[in-house]
């Protein structure tokens, strides 16, 4: 974020202060601490997969069995859990979101939770729970672009004012928007990772991109390498793609496909000089 906090595509994710190390610390001292049995219940949200995306982001369960600890041990994994489960409710537009994780119904910061999980009997395991609110669903108010580009390349980032600001939506909308550029001839295009701005008083965030979308360039000279068994004179005359084209990703790419279609190489791989030639065309 600018003054604010950044979404998870821009996001310092800092450690929680001193309580982590000092579990840390102790847990390191355990010499032979037994393991802890615990089940965990993350709270349901109400969507389908953002829950999903939670439990598969939550060491607390999948650490659950493979990977038994001890007390202190299974603090310090729940502390750990709250960074990761904010960065998912993050990446799915919830910046005002608020978690909880609590043992037993005890806060992790407790000091006398070691010793109350320690005294469990064993066949009463920890009761981690994670309770969650989700706040206010943010949407994206603005989008600015730092750059010169074509209406139908701003019209292919697919992302418009009023949308959902979802981090995988916005970082699609960059590489939406490199695709159509790259695909009107902008071989050499550079599109950076956007940058959110979130507002201090409403639910929105303002997504900005800087983009160089380079000259038009054409097909330079073609090359290949590897030929063992086939004669170049054949593979040139089947190539669907010609010097002096325009530079399209799809149109290579087709190329790409029909010379594997042969049945007679293992494999077709294309690569294109990182530099113009004398002629301003990029050999591939």
């Keep these: 974020m600018n003054s604010q906090r950044r979404p ?8 929680r202060a001193w309580f982590l190390a000092v579990i ?9 601490a037994d393991p802890s049995p615990y089940t965990v219940s993350i709270q349901s949200t109400g969507i389908g997969a953002l829950d999903a995306a939670l439990q598969g982001s939550s ?9 038994p600890v001890g007390p202190f041990a299974l603090i310090g994994r729940a502390e750990r859990d709250i960074g990761r489960l904010e960065t998912v409710l993050e990446s799915f537009g919830f910046y005002r979101r608020s978690l909880k994780v609590t043992i037993n119904g005890q806060p992790l910061d407790d000091p006398g939770l070691p010793d109350l999980i320690a005294a469990l009997p064993r066949d ?11 706040g206010p669903l943010y949407h994206v108010r603005k989008v600015t672009i730092e750059g010169e580009i074509s209406a139908a390349a701003r019209s292919g980032m697919n992302l418009e004012p009023g949308a959902p600001a979802v981090a995988a939506n916005v970082v699609g909308a960059r590489d939406r928007l490199l695709t159509t550029l790259q695909e ?21 965030l303002d997504v900005t991109f800087k983009v160089d979308a380079g000259p038009v360039l054409h097909v330079g000279e ?6 063992k068994r086939v004669h170049e004179r054949f593979v ?7 010097t002096g084209e325009l530079y399209r990703p799809s149109t290579i790419e087709r190329a790409r496909t029909d010379l594997l279609s042969l049945g007679v190489f293992s494999g077709v791989t294309v690569h294109s000089s990182k530099e113009p030639d004398d002629q301003g065309r990029l050999p591939l």
Excluded: M
């Design 24 to 32: 840390l610390c102790l847990a390191a001292r355990a010499q032979a």
């Design 222 to 227: 073609i090359r290949f390498f590897g030929l």
């Design 236 to 242: 040139r005359k089947r190539l669907l793609l010609h």
């Design 59 to 67: 060491q607390l369960q999948s650490l659950r069995t493979s990977a």
């Design 124 to 134: 009463q395991p920890a009761k981690v729970n994670v309770a969650i609110d989700l």
């Design 184 to 204: 009107e001839g902008h071989a050499l295009a550079r599109v950076d990772l956007p940058i959110a701005y979130e507002d201090p008083t409403e639910p929105v």
């Design 8 to 15: 998870p595509w821009r996001r310092s994710i800092g450690p």
